[in-house]
T-cell receptor, first 112, second 114 residues
């Protein structure tokens, strides 16, 4: 059974710092891996989707990488801003389905 | 653009009562999902519908039923609510797989069972 783990559970950084959020998964036979952002009391917003055949995806200040062999993905946020404060979740889809298995998230606080 | 719309946003039930959570999407997506989110547990898939007329169990289907009424709508029913079903419920939709497998979520329905 696929398990997704995110470390650390919480992270606080000063504004302007570059940071990396980590995600690991136990089954490397994934279809895709997705990163989401969740603001308090809100739904999830998709940030990046990496297909299993891809190594990374970029959107603005965000870059996500995927290493299936080691069962890891990272989300890199450049020049962090207070508006980046949120919970970041990763999710992977085992096999040829889009039934995502989620990690428990990393709560990020960017201090002004 | 409305995206994924869930109703109601908040609901309080007594143990044993029934209710239906409604979800509708206007993005012409084939697949729809119901997740629940509990503190420390992350999001867990309850039911999944790959396309109109099909449904499939997820990780935690017990105590729930679903109906894929048409391509736009996917409802989740609690027949006899229990306190363990107190949670935030999220509906999501996507194209089935491939480059467009990105999930779009609703704002959530917060359910309390007393």
């Amino acid at each position: 059974k696929q398990e997704v783990t995110q470390i650390p559970a919480a992270l606080s950084v000063p504004e302007g710092e570059n940071l990396v959020l980590n995600c690991s998964f136990t089954d490397s036979a994934i279809y895709n891996l997705q990163w989401f952002r969740q603001d308090p009391g809100k739904g999830l917003t998709s940030l990046l989707l990496i297909q299993s055949s891809q190594r990374e995806q970029t959107s603005g200040r965000l870059n996500a990488s995927l290493d299936k062999s080691s069962g890891r993905s990272t989300l890199y946020i450049a020049a962090s801003q207070p508006g980046d404060s949120a919970t970041y979740l990763c999710a992977s889809s085992p096999g040829a389905t889009n039934k995502l298995i989620f990690g428990t998230g990393t709560l990020l606080a960017v201090q002004p | 653009n409305a995206g994924v719309t869930q109703t109601p946003k908040f609901q309080v039930l007594k143990t044993g009562q029934s209710m239906t959570l409604q979800c509708a999407q206007d993005m012409n997506h084939n697949s729809m999902y119901w997740y629940r989110q509990d503190p420390g547990m992350g999001l867990r898939l309850i039911y999944y519908s790959a396309s109109e007329g099909t449904t499939d169990k997820g990780e935690v289907p017990n105590g729930y039923n679903v109906s894929r009424l048409n391509k736009r709508e996917f409802s989740l029913r609690l027949e006899s609510a229990a306190p363990s079903q107190t949670s935030v419920y999220f509906c999501a939709s996507s194209f089935p797989t491939g480059d467009t497998g990105e999930l779009f979520f609703g704002e959530g329905s917060r359910l309390t069972v007393l």
